[in-house]
C-alpha cells in the first residue's frame, strides 16, 4: 500500500520560503510521477507540481512557475517542493499525490498547511 506523509507547512510572510516534503513507502516508485496538489478554504483543489520520478522531468502551473521547484531524493523515496517568494494567494493546506505514469493520481497524503501573510 502506498503510503504519503508530508511535512514542513507552516506560516510565513510574503516574500518568504518554505520546504515541503513527502516522504513515500510501500512500492519502488520508479515507474510513477509524484505531484503536489494545493486547496485554499472554499475553492477547488488546485495542480501545483509534478515530477517523473525515473526521469526527473518537472511540471509546474503557470501561477507557481519560477517561484517553486518540485524535486525528488531517490536514497530517501522523497519528495520536496521549495517554495519561495511566497504570496497571501499561495496560503492553502498542500497535497503529496503519486500515480503510476500514464495514469491518474490515486494516493494522496493528509496534507500540510501553508500560511502567507502579507
Known amino acids: 500500500q502506498v503510503q504519503l506523509v508530508e511535512s514542513g507547512g507552516g506560516s510565513v510572510q510574503a516574500g518568504g520560503s518554505l520546504r515541503l516534503s513527502c516522504a513515500a513507502s510501500?512500492?519502488?516508485?520508479?515507474?510513477?510521477?509524484m505531484g503536489w496538489f494545493r486547496q485554499a478554504p472554499g475553492k477547488e483543489q488546485e495542480y501545483v507540481a509534478h515530477?517523473?520520478?525515473?526521469?526527473?522531468?518537472?511540471y509546474y502551473a503557470g501561477s507557481v512557475k519560477g517561484r517553486f521547484t518540485i524535486s525528488r531524493d531517490n536514497a530517501r523515496n522523497t519528495v520536496y517542493l521549495q517554495m519561495n517568494s511566497l504570496k497571501p494567494e499561495d496560503t492553502a493546506v498542500y497535497y503529496c499525490?503519486?500515480?503510476?505514469?500514464?495514469?491518474?493520481?490515486?494516493?494522496w497524503g493528509q496534507g500540510t498547511q501553508v500560511t502567507v501573510s502579507s
Open positions: 499525490a503519486a500515480a503510476i505514469l500514464g495514469r491518474e493520481f490515486e494516493y
Open positions: 515530477i517523473n520520478w525515473s526521469a526527473g522531468s518537472t
Open positions: 510501500g512500492r519502488t516508485f520508479s515507474n510513477y510521477r
